[in-house]
């Protein structure tokens, strides 16, 4: 069965804690290689049969309206995973 992956992530503008913390983290660990860490949310819609036009487009609608807040979030994006 097909899914589609939905990924959500904070707004770059806005402040990420938990992004913070793990990059603080990571600095108190001695690990130098990354400058910053965002942290976001990834869901799975399972589909019973294709995914044509239609289904992407009520994913992206679910995707803006269900599973991110537009106030503080984007979706950054949708792809079908066989």
Do not use: F
């Given at each position: 069965m097909p899914t589609i992956?939905?990924?959500v992530m904070p707004k770059a503008e806005l402040?990420?804690?938990?992004g913070k913390a793990v990059s603080g983290a990571l600095a108190r660990l001695g690990v130098s290689e990354f400058s910053s860490v965002r942290i976001g949310k990834r869901f799975e819609l399972t589909v019973?049969?294709?995914?044509?036009?239609?289904?992407l487009a009520k994913a992206?609608?679910?995707a803006d309206e269900i599973l991110s807040n537009s106030v503080i979030?984007?979706?950054?994006?949708?792809e079908v995973v066989e």
């Open positions: 992956v939905v990924d402040l990420d804690p938990q019973d049969g294709a995914v044509g036009e239609d289904v992206r609608e679910i979030e984007d979706v950054v994006g949708i």
